[in-house]
């Protein structure tokens, strides 16, 4: 298996812009998740999905940040509008269930200038 | 407040040691807890889970305890490498389900 798959690696935006991020998890994995990595916070959970559907969102940030699940094998995350402070790296996981073991992919560093 | 803190930011190791890194957290009552290791820009890698009946988890030069009275656990590398040097993450289950709270991450360096 290839792992978790994200795109882009890399993303540079100007402020305002519209920003999505994208995620393929492990064939089979029913879970997945969007975590948010900076400096100052560490690393946090903004939302999970199970089973395609959206669980627990409380840790996205506010209304300028979304995520879909339309299928078992893609979600995205959008922001919209960016800024500055949304800079961090992002990282999509996925497990196959409660107590599992989380698989990590290698994330998207997103730059908003 | 609820917050998991881990011992240090950074660890610093001769080789041939023993490194040991604490989690501390208050407030919750995991049923288990993980413990990640990450290297710089990759994604945290799984090394070991330990479940909340159990005091202790080996696994080849790794050793996890958990002490739920404490509201501790100890993450050991023995014989510890050059090779071993990144941060260091542990996880718990804060409510009752899959979402995982890390904690800040103690960046270890094994100095040869």
């Known amino acids: 298996d290839a792992g978790v798959i994200q795109s882009p690696r890399h993303e540079v935006t100007e402020m305002g812009q519209e920003v999505t991020l994208r995620c393929k998890p492990i064939s089979g994995h029913n879970s997945l998740f969007w975590y948010r990595q900076t400096m100052m916070r560490g690393l946090e959970l903004l939302i999970y999905?199970?089973?395609?559907?959206?669980?627990?969102d409380s840790g996205m940030p506010e209304d300028r940040f979304s995520a879909k699940m339309p299928n078992a094998s893609f979600s995205t995350l959008k922001i919209q509008p960016s800024e500055p402070r949304d800079s961090a790296v992002y990282f999509c996981?996925?497990?196959?269930?409660?107590?599992?073991?989380?698989?990590f992919g290698p994330g998207t560093r997103l730059t908003v200038l | 407040s609820q917050k998991i803190e881990q011992n240090s930011e950074a660890l610093n190791i001769q080789e041939g040691k023993t490194a040991t890194l604490t989690c501390n957290y208050t407030?919750?009552?995991?049923?288990?807890l993980q413990w990640y290791r990450q290297d710089p820009g990759r994604g945290p890698v799984f090394l070991l889970l330990?479940?909340?009946?159990?005091k202790e988890k080996r696994k080849e030069r790794l050793k996890v305890t958990f002490d739920t009275t404490l509201k501790q656990s100890l993450f050991h590398i023995t014989a510890s490498q050059p090779a071993d040097s990144a941060t260091y993450l542990c996880?718990?289950?804060?409510?009752?389900?899959?979402?995982?709270?890390f904690g800040t991450g103690t960046r270890l360096t094994i100095i040869p």
């Open positions: 330990i479940r909340e009946n159990e």
């Open positions: 996981a996925s497990s196959a269930g409660y107590t599992d073991t989380q698989y």
């Open positions: 996880a718990l289950d804060t409510e009752g389900n899959e979402k995982l709270t």
């Open positions: 407030n919750y009552s995991p049923a288990y």
């Open positions: 999905f199970n089973n395609n559907v959206p669980i627990d």
